[in-house]
C-alpha cells in the first residue's frame, strides 16, 4: 500500500515538473526571440497559466503525503506520542473539510466550465483542463489526507491496547 501511495503521488509531481520545465526554456526561447529575431510565441501566458496551476496542484497530494506544508510547531515537541498523533489527526480532519469544500465547489465550477466549453484567452485552451489539474490534484490530496488521518487512528488504537 506505501509503495502505491509512494507511486500515485510522486508521478503527478514528474508530470507537473515537466510541464514546469518546459514552460521555463518556452520562456527563455520566447525572451531570446523578442529580442532578437523581433517576435514572440503567442499564446504562452495560456500554456505557462496551464503549467503553474498543473505543477501546484500535481504537487500538493506529495506535499501532503510527506509533511512538507508550512507548520508553526510550538508544543508538539512537548507533547506525548498521542498527543502528537491527536493533533496530527484533528489537523487532517481541518484538511479534509477545506479539501472537501474547494472539491464541492470546484466540481461546480468546473461543471459550468464544461457545460459552457470555456475556452484560455489567447489560444482557446479548453478551460477543462485547468479544472481537470485542479480538481485532480485536491482529490488526490484529499485521499491522501484520508489514508493519513486512518494511519493515526490506528496508531493511537494500537497504543491504547
Same mark, same amino acid.
Given at each position: 500500500?506505501?509503495?502505491? &501511495?509512494n507511486v +500515485?503521488?510522486?508521478?503527478?509531481v514528474? #508530470?507537473?515538473?515537466?510541464?514546469?520545465?518546459?514552460?521555463i526554456?518556452?520562456?527563455? =526561447?520566447?525572451v !531570446?526571440a523578442?529580442?532578437f529575431?523581433n517576435?514572440?510565441y503567442?499564446? +504562452? %501566458?495560456d500554456?505557462?497559466?496551464? =503549467?503553474v496551476? $498543473?505543477f501546484?496542484?500535481?504537487?500538493?497530494p506529495r =506535499? !501532503?503525503?510527506v509533511?512538507s506544508?508550512?507548520?508553526?510547531?510550538?508544543y508538539?515537541?512537548r +507533547?506525548?506520542v498521542n $498527543?502528537?498523533?491527536?493533533l496530527k489527526? &484533528?489537523a487532517?480532519?481541518?484538511?479534509?473539510g477545506?479539501?472537501? %469544500?474547494?472539491?464541492f465547489?470546484?466540481?461546480t *465550477?468546473a461543471?459550468?466550465?464544461l457545460?459552457y466549453?470555456? %475556452?484560455?484567452q489567447?489560444v482557446?485552451?479548453?478551460?477543462?483542463?485547468?479544472?481537470?489539474?485542479?480538481?485532480g490534484g485536491?482529490?488526490l490530496?484529499w485521499? #491522501?489526507?484520508v &489514508? *493519513?488521518?486512518f *494511519?493515526?487512528v490506528?496508531?493511537? =488504537?494500537k497504543r491504547a491496547i
Open positions: 500500500m506505501t509503495k502505491l &501511495v +500515485l503521488t510522486l508521478l503527478p514528474w #508530470i507537473g515538473g515537466v510541464m514546469m520545465i518546459a514552460v526554456l518556452a520562456t527563455v =526561447a520566447d !531570446f523578442r529580442k529575431l517576435t514572440g503567442f499564446g +504562452l %501566458v500554456v505557462t497559466q496551464l =503549467a496551476i $498543473g501546484a496542484y500535481l504537487a500538493m =506535499a !501532503f503525503l509533511g506544508h508550512v507548520a508553526v510547531e510550538l508538539d515537541h +507533547l506525548s $498527543g502528537d498523533l491527536i489527526s &484533528v487532517l480532519i481541518l484538511s479534509l477545506v479539501l472537501s %469544500v474547494l472539491l465547489y470546484g466540481w *465550477q461543471s459550468r466550465i457545460r466549453g470555456d %475556452v484560455s489567447n482557446e485552451i479548453p478551460m477543462i483542463w485547468y479544472w481537470a489539474l485542479l480538481m485536491t482529490a490530496s485521499l #491522501i489526507c &489514508v *493519513q488521518f *494511519q493515526n490506528t496508531r493511537l =488504537a
